[in-house]
């Protein structure tokens, strides 16, 4: 058994349910016990979606567990059948359902109806929302894709990986679209996000698979490769020097030559104007899926100019590849799905910036620490009106922005203090775009096992702008703690800053 | 694992045994034989309306629903509707010193991070236990596991005066008890920590019968008393409480308690001089627990709008033997405040028509609300669950021919309110946006158990819950068409 | 005299500057005294304009005055052209050059430059930044379009108004731009913003023209139509409704008929989902430029759902049009460019949503009032590196984002309070995400002539969502004040509430 | 209008002359009288270097700068500088119970409001008094409008202690008489209120000497006093403040002033035991001032970087008859500190050169710095002014053969700086970003005035404001290639 206070990842027919909701043509039969159905709502109410999920709930309840819940899944798969009319059904059961056995991929094969039916085995005490989604992905690529004459109008490629509550699926599909056909690359086939089973079949028609998110798509790409010989790509557009490696890999891919002008970004010049030079070696951790958490941590580092000191991901299936990623910055990767460790760790290495989730977006607001959300799980906040990609040259201005807002919201909150108070008001406001408890939890977590301060040291400590006071206690506290010093005088506070300098 | 097949109504039943043991009280021993008796939730007879205690009511404008009319459709289906364990998002702020620990799969922590509409990551005071493969395939202990979960949990938060083992729907299939683990763990954490446990398996409990069950839950541990009181059941808002104590102090009404109490340590006591009040509609099981230990329910409709808090109140003065001078003083002020603003909201909603899905079992008296304050028409009233007894005067006081509709197949539902064409639609957060984007306007049922709506001050607030969605229909018609996906 | 904190709007010649640096090939000399420089770093530094503007400053100091200051005018002009060999050259005086009257136009025209001077009579001590844009705009105009064959490669307009520190004007163009060609009408030229003095003798090839920003273009579009018979529109298209009215202006005006699908827009959908039930009837007082306000107020009442409760600007120019439009609310136009008094509305009005320029933004954080930003003045915050237009359909995508934004993260943190809080924990701690003095702020201002709290009524108080506490407090203050109460009873707190519930 | 032309320092004077009349001190008498003859700041006669008072410094590896290479080359074109009204952005702050009136133009407030790079728009300790059209046209009377101003002000701001009127470019020019309209205003606003002016002008003033004209403005205030006692002048942050006073008083230096006083009605005495030691390069006119009033000036380098740092506690040791044993034991911990921080971003610039656009007269200061704790390349060293005397110890610490500039014509020394192509150029934010888009390098000065920079423990952060933007271009050229524009 796990204590979780809050999961990064939904049970395993959620991952399903993000295929089949992002395709048209497919229904999901889930033998699930009543109440399941709230999954609905992730769809109707987070990514505001105008039509219900395409998903049938056997809903059994304890008086049926008596009786026969093999003919109400039939009944089910049945009724489904004759009321949507998809041209696939996926059935699978939820995590009561898969413990009741009643194998619902040979109930509904029996039914003998006249379409594809695919029976999803996840298991849910075992794996998680992406690997399922990726399985189911995987499951329908193989039962419907055939062999197909390849790039008959041009040379093309499918793009894999979106779907439904993918976090900023919608706008990365329309980035990196653009971006392909752009270089002339005609697109095939986008998949699952609005594809349907006819649409997949005809995936072997491209040269070439674009594998936006390797969490989702890796599966089926490698299927693909095996089964059609098509390469894939292997960067994720995420980032300015990531887009142009992908175009040229791309190009590679789709053997032919530049031929359009790089698109305008932004980034680049924001990142040198002069006004960002106040970005430099700011402390960031980073934590979200893999795929956006080892992107955000390069473009962190290398266009933005941070300096990375914690890594993480709660995706274990890509632990290599975020080890190794994490090694780049000296750091050993954080692979946790436990909400209270990655909280722990945040508290414990006091970034200037956390990159994360919506959860580490809470936890850096309890602790005063400005934070931008990169990566699912999503929250109504991750699908804005406005286009907003994570890829491709503008998705690297949305970064841009995104990131940055947090900071200088908090420069502003110094410049208004510097304004406000001087000394005869209250100096120890919290920043007020932070957590109204930042301030007395910070100096609560520094407060732990520390040297005491000298009247004087503390005082001194007080004319430290508010704004990089909280470092100030935290570095000479542990220059002291490191020395065995006891306490605190105005001394250690000027030895420690001689020698954090940096 | 097919052997994991479950008989109905057994986990609480020992739930409730292992508890009574602690209460200790004369009348509470024989509340868990009848527990063991009990059919389960959904399908108690149906008993005779109760006259005798209906309070008198004004003229209304509606002719009322008789006896013969109340034969809801009936339907077995896909039931659209959230779990009992949904009911830990608000029982967890009514009992701040609790706990409510969930022994179940990543689905029910999902579901508790989702359900609420919102996700905001502080550190709740709800948390799961997740079964994991090593636990289903004998690996692991399961009961060793979650004592070291709970040990964990209660070296974090060691504020903890209640913790709530609460099943679920794996918990239930595989048939682990949680009653002799709470029995159990009890005897470690107690005096600090009290430990009970109740079922939230969607098998069992739909939405808000996890409130019941919870509720239930705590009637073996009451005190017994023998002092004339009102208790009052259901968790309320801290800001109803008040008001629901001010009024029964203005009326006369001495000890009254509530159930659940603000903390865990003060558990209202219980006895034969003690008059049960509920104050919501969905607490069958609670109540038969507590007129086990010898309360006697006080009937009335429920304190949604200004009829139902007066029929409630007077009701409840009327087993006190306040005087009707007296009752009628104390109630005239909040019963023309309540009808002001109410009233005011009638103008937008007076004549349109009405359909609710199956919710939270709060339909019917929101229906006779809407109908009968607000001029509203009925088109279908859907309830997960019909208690005849509880909702006796409720259902008196629907117009004559209201369809009722108990269980639910959503499809066919959604067929029926697409035909009926309603001016609103109440529902859960499922069907909400796809029946707008249909061009049909919805007010999404959940918020209406999270807002404050009970009493006089609220009437307008609950009216305005249902207003809203409108008035805002209206507002964007006038300047965008309505929605529709358009072709980039 | 006027006292003045903070301006909304610059000095005239900043206008000017604003015309000129928006263009390639004009030059400007302005006869001002050292210091008027700083106006460069509202270029490099706001905007993080890549080169500087084209400005050249005679910069006389207290020596000079005794000296020969037109002669020094005269050398600057001339060095000026020798080193920018600009197509044409705008002369002026700062508010110090306008006092010694050196008469710039006539200096530089003596010099005889073999390219057109236009000077600049632009009086500082009576107007300002918008109408010194406008003016300048117009001179250019006047002074360089010339006669044209009409829409020799189909019918075409011109973009008129957006120049360098705009609001958005960069994204506004592009977007504006897309939609006309999307309905087939090809842009002739856009100005000021990338316009040579070439590019403005052709003006009068187009059959109509675009006035994106009143303020700016309007002299110079009246001038054209008088000239040559060109209209122009008269929406601009802020908001889904106005984009769309523009786009039937466009087609009527270019004479042909829709020929394109509408784009997509989220608005529409976002609005009307259910998560947006809340915004209905939010109370929110609109300020900035004219142009902006108007359109703000309209798109939050009709296509938001809010209830305008106050409409102002400092674009006196405009008094007739705000007032015009703030009657459609039943409001009188607050037109002024006294932040003060800004302020003091605000503070007055308690609204729960501000839509203003920075300027409102620090106050409403003050004030603890939700805040988006609408309008210039610019700040470096205004200048994103994404695509952020304001108008046509994804500006308004970026105007639900932005407006809705600040109201979610206020709701959040009434969530986080119900989870956090529940009565033990201090009930009064002001919403995080605003100002750390919002909630003494909120009380005080509240108490000022208020009537007495009975005990119990403020406990009755305390126990109101501190999220709408505010309000409920002023609420029964009001209606205590207007019966004449002295004492607040619990009576009085729910008195008030049925009296003010709609 | 053309009658408004002013004679130079005309203003200066007459408010030297009204001030002194408050102050009321045989010292301070005959200030005004010498203020009056001064000639405009930017034309003070070069003053042979005073060679007496620097104290001995250890052996550098750069030869230092004799006095013949100091010929600047001497400027006259378009001066890319501020005026000094900037100063009041920091000022306001050093003096938090002062206020500071701008009588001027629109430009003067936008000037303000844009010139810290930020507009926040809190309730500032600064404002504008804009001048009209009716006041110039003569439809208003210009000092009923002031007084109408500092009226309403005043009741607004009622706990404003000192409130400065401060001159500009039009108020110079239309001969408004601000030092007899602040004497005017102090007698109704005396005792509460003092009121004194100074001119921002940017046609008298460049940038610091704002700052300049401010502490003059003070001067005549200064009561008179016999007791030795070191008066350090120039607005520092608090928190430098504190550590300088932490190392006089260790060094045994008893009697510490600072000038501006951190309260306005707190102002240091001033006399002929005062001994005068000048953290800033830029208060020409306040030396002078208090050296008319008796002080004598400690000469020395200016506390930047440890060199700097301690050379200057050093000349006031030698001053005050500190013994250099006990000096060195006082300095050294912090010179340990200071090389060690230094250092590190020595690492990062020895060998590159750089360039420093005329700014705040900070300088050559940082020049000296730059070449000799950091092992920078001077590539040329501009500055708005020389004040030779001031800078004499300074000078001589420069690498021989520096190029110097004074005053500017901002194109030509762009055409300068390009063919040089330093690796670091510093320059205000008028230039630095054309530059960096041009591929070069910028430090933009103004941050080095906002920041804490000043003695031992700020040396590291100095050498920091350096080396960041050489840093940064370094990290973003691994990932980037340089920004251009790029077609769409």
Redesign the interface.
Same mark, same amino acid.
């Given at each position: 058994?796990?204590? $979780?206070?809050? !999961?990064y990842?939904?049970?395993t027919?959620?991952g399903a349910m993000r295929v089949a909701a992002a395709m048209d043509g497919v229904h999901y039969v889930l033998h699930a016990?009543?109440?399941?159905?709230?999954?609905?709502?992730?769809f109707?109410?987070i990514e505001?979606?105008?039509?219900?999920p395409p998903v $049938?709930?056997? !809903?059994?309840?304890?008086?049926d567990?008596?009786g026969d819940t093999a003919a109400l899944f039939k009944t089910?798969v049945r009724?489904a059948y004759e009321?949507f009319r998809p041209e696939v059904m996926l059935v699978g059961a939820?995590?009561?359902g898969e413990?009741?056995?009643d194998d619902p991929g040979g109930l509904a094969r029996a039914l003998g109806l006249p379409i594809p039916v695919i029976a999803l085995d996840l298991?849910?005490?075992?794996r998680?929302e992406n690997w399922a989604a990726a399985e189911t992905f995987y499951a329908l690529v193989r039962g419907l894709a055939v062999e197909a004459p390849r790039d008959e109008h041009g040379p093309s490629c499918n793009i894999l990986g979106p779907t439904a509550l993918g976090f900023r699926h919608r706008d990365d599909v329309r980035e990196v679209r653009g971006l392909l056909e752009r270089l002339g690359v005609r697109v095939n086939v986008v998949a699952p996000l609005g594809a349907t089973p006819a649409a997949l079949a005809r995936l072997g028609e491209a040269r070439f698979n674009v594998v936006l998110y390797p969490e989702i798509a890796g599966t089926a790409a490698r299927y693909l490769q095996k089964r059609f010989g098509q390469p894939s790509t292997r960067t994720v557009p995420i980032g300015v020097a990531a887009t142009r490696a992908f175009v040229d890999e791309v190009l590679a891919l789709a053997g032919i030559a530049p031929d359009a002008a790089e698109p305008a970004c932004n980034l680049p010049w924001y990142s040198r104007s002069v006004d960002a030079t106040y970005l430099t070696g700011k402390r960031v951790l980073v934590f979200g899926d893999a795929t956006h958490a080892i992107a955000a941590a390069r473009v962190a580092a290398s266009e933005l100019g941070f300096d990375v000191v914690g890594l993480g991901s709660y995706s274990r299936e890509f632990g290599r590849e975020l080890r190794e990623a994490a090694l780049g910055y000296g750091l050993e990767a954080l692979i946790s799905d436990d909400?209270l460790e990655v909280e722990q760790r945040i508290a414990e290495l006091r970034p200037d910036l956390v990159l994360g989730t919506?959860?580490e977006?809470?936890?850096a607001k309890?602790l005063g620490i400005p934070c931008a959300v990169i990566s699912a799980?999503v929250?109504v906040q991750d699908f804005p009106a406005r286009y907003s990609p994570q890829m491709g040259f503008e998705g690297a201005n949305v970064l841009f922005d995104s990131w940055v807002h947090p900071l200088m919201m908090g420069l502003e909150e110094h410049l208004l203090g510097m304004f406000r108070e001087d000394d005869e008001f209250s100096p120890d406001a919290p920043a007020s775009h932070l957590g109204a408890e930042a301030h007395s939890r910070s100096l609560e977590v520094a407060g732990v096992d520390a040297a005491a301060w000298a009247p004087e040291a503390e005082r001194e400590l007080r004319r430290v702008p508010v704004f990089v006071r909280g470092r100030a206690r935290r570095n000479t506290e542990a220059y002291a703690r490191d020395r065995g010093r006891a306490l605190i005088t105005v001394e250690t506070l000027y030895e420690a800053k001689a020698h954090h300098a940096r | 694992?097919?052997g994991?097949?479950?008989?109905?109504?057994r986990v609480s039943a020992s739930l409730a045994l292992t508890r009574s043991a602690a209460a200790g009280c004369a009348v509470a021993e024989q509340a868990p034989l009848r527990a063991a008796e009990a059919a389960?939730l959904?399908?108690s007879e149906v008993a005779p309306l109760r006259e005798g205690e209906i309070p008198p009511l004004r003229e209304r404008e509606v002719a009322p629903l008789r006896e013969s009319d109340v034969t809801p459709l009936r339907e077995r289906?896909?039931?659209?509707?959230?779990?009992?364990?949904?009911g830990i998002v608000w029982l967890h702020?009514a009992m701040?010193d609790a706990f409510f620990l969930v022994?179940g799969?990543?689905?029910c922590?999902?579901?508790l991070?989702?359900?609420?509409?919102?996700?905001?990551?502080?550190?709740?005071r709800f948390?799961?236990?997740?079964?994991?493969?090593r636990?289903?395939a004998g690996r692991?202990d399961?009961n060793d596991?979650?004592d070291?979960?709970v040990t964990?949990?209660l070296e974090r938060r060691p504020e903890i005066r209640l913790l709530f083992l609460v099943g679920s729907?794996?918990s239930?299939?595989?048939k682990l008890d949680l009653g002799r683990a709470a029995a159990r763990l009890a005897q470690r954490t107690l005096p600090a920590t009290r430990v009970l446990a109740y079922s939230g398996?969607?098998?069992?409990t739909?939405f808000t019968q996890g409130e019941d069950a919870c509720l239930a839950a705590l009637v073996p541990e009451l005190a017994c008393s023998d002092s004339p009181a009102l208790l009052v059941a259901g968790a309320l808002p801290?800001?109803i409480e008040?008001q629901f104590r001010?009024t029964f102090a203005a009326l006369g009404i001495g000890q009254v308690h509530f159930l659940p109490p603000?903390r865990a340590t003060a558990l209202p006591p219980v006895g034969p001089h003690t008059r049960l009040l509920l104050a919501q509609p969905f607490l069958a099981e609670t109540a038969r627990l507590l007129e086990a230990r010898g309360a006697r329910r006080i009937a009335a409709a429920f304190p949604f709008g200004e009829e139902g808090t007066t029929a409630w109140f007077s009701a409840a003065a009327a087993a006190f033997g306040v005087q009707p001078d007296r009752r009628d003083a104390v109630l005239a002020?909040?019963q023309a405040?309540?009808r002001?603003?109410v009233g005011?909201?009638r103008e937008r909603l007076a004549g349109r028509s009405v359909f609710l899905f199956p919710d939270s079992q709060l339909e019917i008296p929101f229906a006779r609300f809407l109908s009968r304050e607000l001029g509203m028409r009925l088109v279908e009233v859907g309830t997960p669950y019909l208690h005849r007894q509880h909702l006796a005067e409720e259902l008196a006081l629907l117009p004559a021919g209201t369809r009722l509709s108990e269980g639910q197949d959503v499809?066919r539902q959604l067929d029926r309110c697409r035909a009926a064409r309603p001016d609103l639609v109440v529902c859960?957060?499922?069907?909400?946006?796809?029946l707008?984007?249909e061009g049909i306007t919805?007010k999404?049922s959940i918020e209406l158990l999270f807002s404050p709506v009970h009493g006089?001050?609220q009437a307008?607030?609950l009216a305005?819950l249902f207003a809203?969605?409108m008035?805002?229909?209206a507002?964007?018609d006038?300047?965008?068409?309505?929605?529709a996906?358009?072709?980039?």
């Open positions: 058994m796990q204590l $979780t206070l809050w !999961t990842e939904g049970p027919h959620v016990p009543q109440g399941d159905t709230y999954a609905d709502l992730l109707t109410m505001r979606a105008d039509r219900r $049938t709930y056997t !809903t059994f309840a304890a008086r567990l008596g089910a009724d009321r939820s995590c009561t413990l009741i056995q298991p849910s005490y075992q998680k909400s919506q959860m977006r809470h936890v309890r799980p929250h | 694992m097919g994991w097949r479950r008989e109905p109504g389960p959904h399908e289906g896909q039931r659209e509707v959230f779990c009992g364990l949904t702020r701040p022994v799969s990543r689905t922590a999902h579901l991070q989702s359900a609420a509409g919102v996700m905001i990551f502080a550190e709740p948390a799961t236990a997740i079964i994991e493969e636990d289903l692991a399961m596991e979650l070291r979960v964990r949990l729907c794996p239930e299939v595989i398996s969607g098998l069992e739909t801290d800001v008040a001010a603000r002020p909040g405040r309540a002001a603003a005011r909201q499809d859960g957060l499922g069907l909400a946006n796809p707008e984007a919805t999404w006089y001050e307008g607030d305005g809203r969605p008035l805002r229909r507002l964007l006038g300047a965008l068409a309505p929605a996906p358009v072709a980039a």
